[in-house]
């Protein structure tokens, strides 16, 4: 699951801290969304199946799967968020659209 910006990862943390969940300090969540990406981009092929879905809205989106060798995209080019095209550039150009 990806999102659209950090803004809303902070705020999705910031709102569980509020309701009674663990607060995680702002440069672990830093850490974690761009590194997360970073890791997911150079390792995915080590993956025998993988659904990417961005859940910036309160529906997620069903954007990517990879099967064996075969990756396929369930939006059209133009409509994949940036955070994935630009996160997952190795994925991205390797895939097929639908």
Known sequence: M???TLEISLDRVFKRA???GHNVPVYEIEKNYYGNLYKLNQHFNLMDD???LDSSE???LHLATK???LITFHIPPDEMPLWFRNGL???FQQGSFV
Do not use: F, R, S, Y
Request: glycine residues 12%; negative net charge; aromatic residues 0%.
């Open 67 to 69: 099967k064996d060798d």
């Open 18 to 20: 509020m309701n009674g």
């Open 2 to 4: 990806g999102l659209a």
């Open 58 to 60: 309160e529906l997620a």
């Open 50 to 52: 993988l659904i990417v």
């Open 89 to 91: 550039p190795n994925l």
